[in-house]
C-alpha cells in the first residue's frame, strides 16, 4: 500500500513535469497551428543556461531567473526568424522545419558548451528527503517539483480566463482568421504565445535540470512523450495539458512499477521481466489508443477545432 | 572538421617529414562525434590523434594520415562512411566505432572486404565468437568483461541478494548475463528499463522496497547520470551500494554527476592512475594537449593508435604484406597504458582487470581510485567458439 502511494507521487511528478512542457506546445499547437519538434531544444536551452549560471554563481535561482529570460528569448527569435514562414505552409513543411531546428541547437550546444553533459545537482536548501508518507523518504527536490508545477498550472488559469490576453488567446484558438479581422494584432499575439511557450519549456529544462543528465538532445526523449499528451488531453486545451499530462504520468509510472510483477504471477521471471518492461513501455500509447476511439478529439478539446 | 583534422595531419606531415616522398598510410576512423554519444568518441579520437601527434605525424615511424568522420550512432551512416573510406580514399585500416551496433553493421563486411579492423571501444559477443575474423581486432575489450570484473568482485564481497537494472536491448541483457557469469549470490530483483529513460523514480521505489544488499546497473551515457543523481536524492546512496562498469563513472561523466556518484564502485581495465610508465606519459600529455583528465575511451583510442603503429613498423609501412601486417598485430609489441596487456586467441585482450571506487581526489575533483585488482590475464567467455 505504502509502495502504491509512493508510485502514484511518483506519477504524479513526472506528469507535472509533462505538464510544463506539454502546456507550451498545445498552446503552440492549437492556437497557431504549428507542429513544433523543437520544443524539447527550449527545454534543452532552460536546462543549459540554468547549469551554467548555478554553476558560475551557486545560486540555483540566479540559474532559474537566467534561464527563464534566455528560453523565452530564444523562443522570440526563433518565431520571428523561422516560424513566421511557416504558418501558411502544411505539417509537414513544419516537420522537416523544426527537425532542422533541432539539429541546429543540438550542434550549437556542441559548439558552446562541448560533448561533455553539464553538472547540475539540486539546491541544498532541497537536497534532503521529506517523509511524506510515513516511512517512504521522498527526495524534497521532487516535491518543489510538483509545487512549482501546480503554481505554473494555477497561474495559466488565471491568464486565460482573467486577462485579456488571455481571451484573445482563447479567441485564436477557436478562430484565427476572425481575431484577424478584428483587429488584433496576430502576429504579436503569436509571438507572445510561443515566447511563452518556450519559457514553460526552459521552466521544465531548469527543474529537470538537477534530475537529468544535462546533455545535447534531452530534449527529445521527453518530447514525443509530450505530444502523446497534448493529443491525449486535446490539441489546444491547456486544461487538457494538465489532465493529459497527469494521465500519462500516472500510467507510465505505475505500469513500470507493477506489469512486470503482476505478469511474474502467470509467466516465468525472465519471460516475465522483458514482456513486462516490453508492455510498460507500451502502456502510454495503448491509453493514447483508447483515448482517441473514445474522444476523438481528445479529454478536454479546445473549441471550434 | 574532418577536412580540419586531415589538414592539421597533412601540414604536419609536410613540414617534418619532406624525407619520405611515399605516401602516408591511410587510417579510415569511423566514429560518433554528434548526439549524446559524442564525447566518447571525441575522446577516442583525441587519444589516437596524441599518439600520431607525439610522432609528429607518424605510428611506429611511418608517417599516416588519420580521416575521421561521424557515424551519428546510425549503423547505416556508419555503413556508408566505410564504403567511402574504401573505395574513395582505398583505406587499408579503419578504426573508430564506438557503439556495438554500430560495428555490427561495418565490421563483418570492411573484414571482408580486407581490410583490417582495430576496435577502440566495441567488444560484442558476436564479432568474439563464431563471428570473429582475422582482419579483426578488439584491443579494448569484450562488452562483457567489465561487467564481469563486477559479478566476480559482488561474490568475493559475499553480497547476496544484489539487484539489477539495464535497458531493454540486446546490451543490456548482455550486460546483466556478463555479471551473472561471475556472481554466485542470489538475486533480489531483475529490471529492465525503457532505453533512454529519463526518470527512475518508479523503479527506485520498487528497488527499495526490495531491500537488496547491493545494486548493479548498466545504464550508458546519460541514462547512467539520471540514474546516479536520482539515486543519490532518493537516499538509497548512504544505504546501498551501488556497482556498474566503468562506462557510467569516466572522468568525463563524473564531473556531469557531481557528489552523487561518490562511493559509487565499477569496473574498468584502466584508470588514470594506473601505475606504469606508459600511463604515466599519456595521462601527462593528453592533459597538457587537451586541458581535461583522459578517460577510458582516450586511453583506448591511444591503445589503438599505438598498436597501430606497432605493427606498420614491423612491415615498414607496406600494407601490401598483409600476413606480415597481422602477425605483427598479434603480436601486440608495444607498452600498454593498461600495462599488462596482450591478445587471445580470438584477437581480443587478455589483460588485467579492476574495481574502482568514486572518490573525491586531493584538488577536489571527482575522481577513481582503484580498490584492487580482481582479474588478472582475464580474456573472454567466446574465445573458444572462434575458427579463423
Known amino acids: 500500500m505504502r509502495l502504491l502511494l509512493e508510485q502514484a507521487l511518483n506519477g504524479l511528478q513526472l506528469g507535472v513535469m509533462l505538464f510544463l512542457m506539454s502546456a507550451g506546445l498545445t498552446l503552440v499547437f492549437g492556437i497557431m497551428n504549428l507542429i513544433n519538434l523543437a520544443h524539447g531544444s527550449f527545454f534543452m536551452i532552460g536546462a543549459y543556461v540554468a547549469a551554467t549560471v548555478t554553476g558560475l554563481t551557486g545560486s540555483f535561482l540566479l540559474g532559474l531567473l537566467a534561464a527563464l529570460p534566455a528560453a523565452a528569448l530564444a523562443g522570440v527569435v526563433v518565431e520571428i526568424l523561422v516560424m513566421r514562414r511557416l504558418y501558411d505552409r502544411d505539417h509537414l513543411d513544419q516537420v522537416l522545419a523544426t527537425f532542422g531546428l533541432i539539429m541546429f541547437f543540438n550542434e550549437l550546444t556542441r559548439i558552446v558548451w562541448g560533448r561533455q553533459p553539464l553538472f547540475m545537482d539540486t539546491p541544498a536548501w532541497l537536497a534532503g528527503t521529506v517523509e511524506i508518507i510515513s516511512g517512504v523518504p521522498y527526495p524534497a527536490y521532487r516535491l518543489a517539483v510538483i509545487g512549482v508545477g501546480m503554481l505554473v498550472a494555477g497561474f495559466l488559469y488565471f491568464l486565460i480566463t482573467r486577462t485579456r490576453l488571455g481571451m484573445q488567446i482563447r479567441a485564436g484558438a477557436t478562430n484565427r482568421e476572425m481575431i484577424g479581422a478584428l483587429g488584433v494584432n496576430i502576429r504579436l499575439l503569436y509571438t507572445l504565445v510561443f515566447g511563452l511557450g518556450t519559457l514553460l519549456a526552459g521552466l521544465a529544462g531548469v527543474m529537470a535540470g538537477p534530475i537529468l543528465a544535462v546533455e545535447a538532445g534531452m530534449g527529445e526523449s521527453i518530447l514525443i512523450v509530450t505530444f502523446v499528451v497534448i493529443v491525449v488531453g486535446g490539441i489546444g486545451s491547456v486544461r487538457g495539458a494538465l489532465a493529459g499530462a497527469l494521465l500519462i504520468g500516472l500510467v507510465d509510472t505505475l505500469c513500470r512499477a507493477f506489469l512486470p510483477t503482476a505478469l511474474r504471477l502467470a509467466l516465468p521471471a525472465a519471460q516475465a521481466d522483458t514482456l513486462g518492461a516490453s508492455l510498460a513501455a507500451m502502456g502510454i500509447y495503448i491509453v493514447m489508443a483508447a483515448v482517441l476511439i473514445w474522444r476523438p478529439r481528445g479529454l478536454f478539446p479546445a473549441y471550434g477545432q | ?388
Request: glycine share 10%; proline share 5%.
Open chain 2, 1 to 388: 572538421m574532418t577536412k580540419t583534422l586531415t589538414a592539421i595531419a597533412l601540414t604536419t606531415l609536410l613540414t617534418t617529414s619532406p624525407v619520405f616522398a611515399a605516401e602516408p598510410v591511410k587510417i579510415g576512423m569511423v566514429t560518433t562525434l554528434s548526439t549524446k554519444g559524442g564525447y566518447l568518441g571525441e575522446d577516442i579520437r583525441d587519444g589516437f590523434l596524441l599518439a600520431i601527434r607525439q610522432e609528429d605525424g607518424r605510428l611506429g615511424g611511418i608517417p599516416v594520415e588519420l580521416r575521421v568522420e561521424d557515424d551519428g550512432a546510425q549503423p547505416e551512416k556508419g555503413k556508408e562512411i566505410a564504403d567511402q573510406f574504401i573505395e574513395r580514399d582505398q583505406v587499408r585500416i579503419m578504426t573508430g566505432i564506438v557503439f556495438s551496433n554500430v560495428a555490427m553493421a561495418v565490421v563483418p563486411k570492411v573484414v571482408r572486404d580486407g581490410v583490417f579492423y582495430i576496435s577502440p571501444n566495441a567488444g560484442p559477443s558476436a564479432l568474439a565468437g563464431k563471428g570473429c575474423d582475422k582482419n579483426y581486432f578488439n584491443v579494448a575489450w569484450q562488452n562483457d568483461n567489465l561487467h564481469e570484473v563486477v559479478g566476480q568482485y559482488a561474490t568475493e564481497k559475499g553480497h547476496n541478494k544484489v539487484y539489477l537494472l539495464a535497458p531493454n536491448y540486446p546490451a543490456g541483457k548482455d550486460a546483466l548475463a556478463g555479471f551473472k557469469r561471475y556472481y554466485r549470490g542470489g538475486i533480489a530483483g531483475e529490471v529492465y528499463t525503457k532505453l533512454d529513460q529519463a526518470d527512475y523514480s518508479a523503479e527506485l521505489a520498487a528497488l527499495r522496497a526490495a531491500e537488496p544488499d547491493a545494486v548493479f546497473f548498466f545504464l550508458p551515457g546519460g541514462m547512467g547520470i539520471n540514474f546516479v543523481k536520482q539515486y543519490a536524492q532518493a537516499g538509497l546512496k548512504e544505504k546501498i551500494p551501488l556497482y556498474g562498469p566503468a562506462f557510467s563513472f569516466d572522468e568525463r561523466l563524473l564531473q556531469a554527476v557531481g557528489e552523487a556518484a561518490l562511493g559509487a564502485y565499477n569496473g574498468s581495465q584502466w584508470t588514470p592512475t594506473l601505475d606504469n610508465p606508459a600511463n604515466k606519459a599519456f595521462v601527462e600529455t593528453f592533459r597538457a594537449a587537451y586541458g581535461r583528465t583522459p578517460t577510458l575511451y582516450a586511453s583506448q583510442g591511444y591503445d589503438a593508435a599505438r598498436l597501430i603503429g606497432s605493427a606498420l613498423k614491423a612491415v615498414n609501412g607496406d600494407l601490401s604484406k598483409t600476413d606480415a601486417f597481422r602477425t605483427a598485430l598479434e603480436k601486440a609489441d608495444f607498452a600498454s597504458v593498461r600495462g599488462n596487456f596482450r591478445f587471445g586467441p580470438n584477437h581480443h585482450p587478455i589483460q588485467d582487470l579492476y574495481l574502482l571506487e568514486v572518490i573525491k581526489d586531493a584538488n577536489g575533483q571527482m575522481a577513481n581510485r582503484i580498490v584492487r585488482k580482481v582479474f588478472t590475464d582475464h580474456g573472454d567467455a567466446y574465445a573458444a567458439e572462434c575458427r579463423f
